[in-house]
């Protein structure tokens, strides 16, 4: 009898095919060097942003003119900015009140014509249940009650066991 050897799978894993210069260990990941070029970026960024605010209060602290002067232009601005908004919500009100009346106006004659109509339709259902279903109904039960007599009349009652 021959043996057989019993070999193991084993899970294979990825292996990136770049190696550093020495060849000792392969080099990381293309994803995990996206992420650490996307941390450094924004390491860089935040630390510009940081020195631009600094230079920004120190030269607001050291030249008080000219902090004077970026104060009254943030006001006028600021200023401006409120006139557009009042202006923009006076015109959302008169919109609004326009809506208000317009659906007011249009939604009365709506709201009629559709009380006119359950009006019509629940005559109608009373004249035909009148006119049509009472009779239709007497007639079926008259019909009905002949039926029964004849039935009742042909049947022999001494034939009972």
Avoid: C
């Amino acid at each position: 009898m021959e043996e057989r050897e019993t070999t193991e799978t084993m899970p294979i894993e990825p292996v990136s095919t770049e190696e550093s210069a020495t060849g000792d260990t392969p080099l990381p990941a293309p994803e995990d060097r996206r992420d650490t070029r996307r941390t450094v970026m924004i390491v860089v960024i935040a630390l510009v942003v940081f020195a631009i605010l600094i230079a920004a209060f120190y030269g607001l602290a050291t030249h008080p003119v000219a902090t004077a002067i970026l104060r009254d232009i943030a006001i006028i601005v600021l200023a401006l900015v409120t006139i557009v908004i009042g202006a923009f919500l006076a015109i959302l009100i008169f919109q609004l009140q326009s809506l208000i009346a317009l659906l007011r106006d249009e939604i009365q004659p709506i709201l009629e014509s559709a009380n006119e109509t359950a009006n019509t339709v629940r005559g109608t259902t009373t004249f035909v249940t009148e006119a049509m279903v009472s009779p239709v109904i007497s007639a079926a039960s008259y019909i009905a009650a002949i039926r029964q007599t004849l039935r009742v009349l042909r049947t022999n009652p001494r034939k009972k066991n």
